[in-house]
């Protein structure tokens, strides 16, 4: 009896510390998952506020715009409607169209006023918008008929010359090609010399034009767009320093490295076309250069007074004498195709 009463005793003794044992156990495992569940917690909170930070960075791409907004005939189109009837008709027949984004607004306002009231989509219609890239590529494979850019690149040349065709240059309008920063950098003025100085990597640090102590990061266009052409001629013949870059998913090479679209950090620098940057981003985060010390306004752009300002041209090939397309060249240099370039917002040859 007294060892059945020590055995009970022991055996009841021994389960109440392992109950005591489990419960603290369990408690300190308690904690443990609440600390580890708050870091958790803390850690998506970072995450997810890097990602809103990432979110909010302005980043200028080729789909930055909706082009719809410009649409030929499209309900409240933002296209410019002439203040009188065309003297050009165009119902049959119809010239394809393509041309640079930043161009988009300006064509599709010149066929609103000549082309049948119909809708043309962005992407197979008579009137779409490829990129200036792709306009080429479709101009000298003969998919479109007139392209609005600026002038070809070397490639884009070689390309005509090996396809056996030659462009026909008409000029449609004056543009300023302009290099930007955030809207926040205290930089607002910088020379040509100074710029090529960045982009050649001898300048690095934007305290030494005059900004903030913090390094420059040059944003760079993909070869052959139109604004890498322009800023090509631009540093004539100086060494241009490699671009920021991403890896992107390529469709039959896996990983593969492109040049980075330009985000709107702090010490960013990138360039542009004026109109584009201020009539279609219309984005307050962005600030444009004076360039010696001159704005981009329509009117030192139309008097040539900003250092930076060339022709855009319609570019058709010389082997294609359909009659609509001459005479739709005619009109674009006409008084009436001249009041569109200036009331979409460029600067008119004429």
């Not at 909706?66 to 165009?90: E, G, M």
């Not at 030659?166 to 309008?173: H, K, N, S």
Request: glycine fraction near 6%; hydrophobic fraction near 40%; aromatic fraction near 10%.
């Amino acid at each position: 009896m007294i060892e059945n009463s020590e055995y009970k005793y022991v055996t009841m003794s021994s389960l109440q510390e392992i109950r005591e044992q489990a419960v603290c156990f369990l408690r300190r495992l308690g904690q443990t998952v609440m600390i580890v569940l708050l870091l958790l917690t803390a850690s998506c909170a970072a995450h997810k506020t890097g990602n809103t930070y990432d979110r909010n960075i302005l980043r200028i791409r080729e789909n930055t715009v909706d082009l719809n907004l410009y649409a030929p005939y499209a309900k409240n189109t933002r296209a410019v409607v002439p203040d009188t009837l065309s003297t050009l008709k165009i119902e049959t027949d119809l010239p394809v169209l393509d041309g640079a984004t930043a161009l988009y607004p300006l064509y599709s306002a010149f066929a609103q006023a000549v082309y049948p009231k119909k809708k043309y989509s962005l992407y197979g219609s008579e009137v779409v918008c490829s990129n200036t890239i792709r306009s080429y590529m479709r101009l000298i494979n003969k998919s479109a008929d007139v392209i609005f850019v600026a002038s070809p690149s070397t490639e884009q040349l070689e390309a005509a010359k090996k396809a056996g065709v030659t462009f026909r240059y008409t000029p449609v309008g004056k543009e300023a090609f302009v290099f930007f920063v955030n809207a926040d950098n205290p930089v607002d003025n910088l020379t040509v010399e100074q710029l090529q100085a960045i982009y050649s990597g001898e300048i690095t640090n934007w305290k030494d034009v005059g900004g903030n102590d913090e390094s420059i990061r040059p944003f760079q266009r993909n070869e052959n767009s139109g604004s890498q052409t322009a800023f090509i001629r631009f540093m004539q013949g100086k060494t241009i320093m490699k671009p920021p870059g991403e890896d992107v998913v390529g469709m039959m090479s896996g990983i593969v490295s492109q040049t980075a679209d330009y985000a709107n950090y702090g010490n960013a620098v990138g360039y542009s076309f004026r109109f584009y940057v201020r009539e279609m981003l219309k984005n307050e985060s962005v600030k444009i250069l004076k360039i010696n010390g001159v704005y981009p306004d329509p009117e030192t752009v139309k008097e040539e007074k900003y250092p930076l300002v060339s022709q855009f041209f319609a570019v058709t090939l010389l082997e294609n004498n359909k009659p609509n397309v001459l005479q739709f060249l005619d009109w674009i240099i006409s008084k009436q195709g001249q009041y569109i370039v200036e009331k979409t917002g460029y600067c008119p040859i004429q």
